[in-house]
């Protein structure tokens, strides 16, 4: 109906705590004259003019004003007064405890941008933006266009490429900048806030060294130079996600900024999160889903390619092992859980959208673009991309667009793989029985598999790649110790081995890490079935982690652990487990450097409840700043070590504040929170529930913090009670919080470690209301599936 040609938007971030000025210019076009509506959702609209004649600002209602008589070519002028948020959307205003000093920046996705400027809130209505901003006059300002002109206190912006409102992005206040060399005629900056100034210094010259190689490697692949002239990246304060491609000027959390030591799955994925967003400037920025039903062509893209840039342009070469052990299985849980749904959704509104952003959205989605390579081969899917990219730049694009492009290149009719893989859901599983690969789950797909074969050493002796699309696959190997179906982790599959326990043996010898990586999660995707029991596990993590060098898979086995201990096995052998995988941190203390950190933390999460002598040891630690082998107690360790002693109620209310008063900053502050939510104390306990569901004040952060820790094992008597609550108070705090908000919360504030039959029933009976909201029926969906799988592996004889 409307096609828009521009916005010049004028913000005054001068008037006070509260509230902004918006002064919005919109030139647009309309297919045929009649009536249309504009997206604003202000504190007040103060008046709005089209083509010269004032509108009636009354008829404002749900965020739409409505425009009568649109002429073919229109001016719309659009004056208001908008509020900031603590929410992460919108203009989010945050204090800094470290120094008081405020900052701003934006989250426009998905339809925020209206709560900042007037617009049609809408991906496929693209435009130029030119953006100025008033400012205090000590101020930096950083956003999507070049800067055009500065004067003390006003900042004027060159107008961008075309682009959708959610893409807008802006930072405003005291920022520390660090500038870039330029690359390839690109100028690039950093910036966090002050008090992050020399750990953005110190972190700057990988952080500019990953950019550098990714934007090379994405020039030479993808055929068109990047489209947006600068590349800034910003590290704000209380950001909701990892990070957000603004096209010019990415934001991020600034908690990649790192303050204390940082373990190598920390600092692989920072560089994973920016290979992530890079591929957006491409997948997302320059070409743009239609709608969000196709917002797998933005994430399951950017997820591929982050990895795969990361393994292939920057020093984590086993980018794809960390994949494997840990961000796939998110994936994997997603599509098994009852609201599993297509790669490929269908979205009928904005409020439904967000749930599409998801395990199969990202790691899902980019394992069948992984499976999509090995089946077209690598130059027919990137010379398909190019097409794609040249065909649509600067426009919009669905799911036929891809394909057509795709099937172009590699002369093939794409249909049918789509169907099965986008169209459809559900993981298969692949097994050998004596000769034949046999593939379970609705509907069987085409797959292309590595098979490995590996001796007792631990040594591959052969991998061979095989296609199948049917449920029964004969395929002839000879004799080894093991055989590994998807070897290469070409395919979204789950494997399942004809005998377990060898692994126990053979695990620690396999030296090639993905291997490692896979088997790692075969295994546990088997005792999340219950095919095997969560001892197994256990028994596992103690036989492999002593000889895993990789750390980001360490991180994960420990996270997997730490689930086995406290919600599969039955309460009566959670102190053993804790115990026994605390040892096994213990022991591994002395070994290899870049391990220690790891399994520090290890070491104080897995301190069992009732042993004096497990907090005596943290205890020790704190006052001597080292742990055992001198792991330096830096404030995140420090952090760490407060919250378990916190949890296992040997940490008062005094001592909170006492190390709060220590770190006065943004996370000292949410981990302080923390911390009192973990205590074993009803009154502790009340307190944090009443932030969850009835604090309007307190940032969407610290809201997260307080439900993190809320719920701790060895408290089912604590949370009991809180069953009914959650069921009967979430409905109504869904309703005055953003479904992001929501989801986070009703995911972290559900009761996960009372397993129980009482427990199941009444979720259910929740389920059963007719007035949820869809995100916080999606968190108590998939969170009552994972107290099914803990009932489940609790049963007599696992």
């Not at 620690?508 to 999660?521: C, Q």
């Amino acid at each position: 109906m409307l096609r828009v040609d521009s916005y010049d938007v004028d913000l005054d971030l001068t008037l006070g705590d509260e509230v902004f000025g918006s002064i919005s210019r919109i030139r647009f076009s309309a297919q045929s004259p009649g009536p249309s509506f504009l997206d604003v959702k202000p504190r007040t609209l103060r008046s709005a003019t089209l083509n010269g004649v004032p509108l009636d600002v009354a008829g404002l209602a749900d965020g739409r004003l409505p425009l009568p008589d649109l002429a073919a070519d229109n001016e719309l002028v659009v004056e208001a007064t908008m509020a900031y948020t603590k929410t992460g959307t919108g203009l989010h205003r945050f204090i800094d405890p470290a120094d008081g000093e405020l900052y701003i920046y934006a989250w426009m996705f998905l339809d925020d941008a209206c709560t900042v400027f007037a617009c049609f809130d809408q991906p496929d209505l693209k435009a130029s933006l030119t953006l100025n901003v008033t400012v205090d006059p000590q101020w930096t300002v950083v956003a999507n266009g070049a800067l055009r002109a500065r004067e003390p206190g006003r900042w004027q912006f060159a107008p961008t490429a075309p682009m959708s409102t959610y893409l807008v992005g802006l930072a405003a206040g005291p920022y520390h900048e660090v500038r870039g060399a330029e690359h390839d005629g690109i100028p690039m900056s950093l910036y966090a806030r002050r008090s992050l100034a020399e750990y953005l210094e110190r972190d700057a010259p990988e952080i500019f060294e990953i950019t550098r190689s990714c934007l090379d490697w994405y020039h030479e692949h993808f055929g068109i130079r990047y489209p947006f002239g600068k590349y800034d990246q910003v590290f704000v304060p209380e950001f909701t996600m990892g990070a957000m491609e603004n096209p010019g000027v990415v934001t991020f959390r600034d908690e990649f900024i790192f303050r204390s030591a940082a373990t190598e799955t920390e600092l692989e994925s920072r560089a994973v999160v920016i290979a992530h967003e890079m591929a957006h400037m491409w997948f997302g920025d320059l070409v743009t889903l239609r709608w969000w039903d196709d917002v797998w062509l933005n994430e399951s893209f950017a997820e591929y390619m982050g990895h795969r840039v990361a393994a292939e342009a920057t020093r984590y070469r086993e980018a794809w092992a960390s994949f494997a052990s840990g961000r796939k299985a998110w994936g994997y849980a997603t599509d098994q859980r009852p609201s599993t749904h297509p790669v490929v959704g269908d979205v009928p509104d904005v409020e439904s959208a967000p749930l599409m952003f998801d395990g199969i959205c990202y790691a899902k989605g980019a394992s069948v673009l992984r499976q999509l390579v090995a089946w077209l081969g690598d130059e027919v899917f990137l010379a398909g991309l190019r097409d794609y990219f040249a065909r649509h730049r600067h426009g919009n694009a669905t799911l036929a667009d891809l394909l057509d492009a795709l099937g172009r290149a590699g002369d093939r009719d794409l249909s049918g793989w789509a169907r099965l893989w986008l169209q459809t859901t559900g993981v298969n599983t692949v097994s050998l029985d004596g000769g034949v690969i046999v593939q379970d789950g609705d509907p069987p797909r085409p797959h292309r598999l590595g098979i490995g074969r590996y001796d007792a050493s631990g040594s591959l002796l052969e991998r061979v790649e095989v296609d199948l699309d049917a449920r029964r696959t004969p395929i002839e190997l000879a004799p080894a110790e093991l055989v590994l179906p998807n070897d290469g982790d070409l395919s979204f599959v789950k494997v399942r081995l004809a005998d377990w326990r060898p692994l126990l043996g053979l695990l620690p010898r396999i030296t090639d890490s993905l291997t490692r990586a896979l088997l790692w999660h075969a295994a546990w995707e088997a005792v999340r079935d219950a095919v095997l029991p969560a001892g197994f596990y256990l028994e596992l993590a103690a036989a492999g982690l002593p000889t895993e060098t990789r750390v980001p898979v360490i991180d994960d086995v420990l996270d997997n652990a730490w689930t086995a201990a406290t919600r599969y096995l039955p309460e009566g052998r959670r102190v053993e487990a804790l115990a026994g995988m605390r040892d096994v941190c213990l022991s591994l203390l002395a070994g290899e450097p870049e391990r220690r950190l790891s399994f520090a933390r290890g070491a104080a999460r897995f301190a069992p409840p009732g042993d004096a002598s497990a907090a005596e040891q943290l205890r020790g630690w704190l006052a001597e700043e080292r742990t055992d082998f001198g792991v330096r107690v830096d404030p995140e360790l420090r952090w760490l070590l407060l919250y378990r002693l916190a949890a296992l109620g040997e940490l008062g209310p005094a001592q909170i504040d006492a190390e709060y008063d220590r770190d006065r900053s943004g996370t000292g502050a949410e981990q302080a929170a923390r911390c009192r939510a973990a205590r074993p104390d009803p009154a502790a306990k009340a307190a944090a529930w009443q932030a969850i569901v009835r604090d309007e004040q307190l940032s969407q952060r610290m809201l997260f913090a307080i439900a993190d820790g809320i719920w701790q094992p060895g408290q089912e008597s604590l949370a009991e009670p809180y069953v009914d609550r959650y069921a009967g108070q979430m409905p109504e705090m869904a309703t005055r919080r953003s479904p992001q908000v929501v989801s986070k919360l009703a995911g972290s504030a559900y009761p996960r470690y009372v397993v129980a039959p009482a427990t199941l029933d009444t979720m259910r009976r929740l389920l059963a209301r007719d007035d949820l909201t869809p995100t916080l029926r999606r968190a108590v969906v998939d969170a009552t599936d994972e107290l099914v799988r803990s009932l489940a592996a609790r049963e007599p004889g696992r």
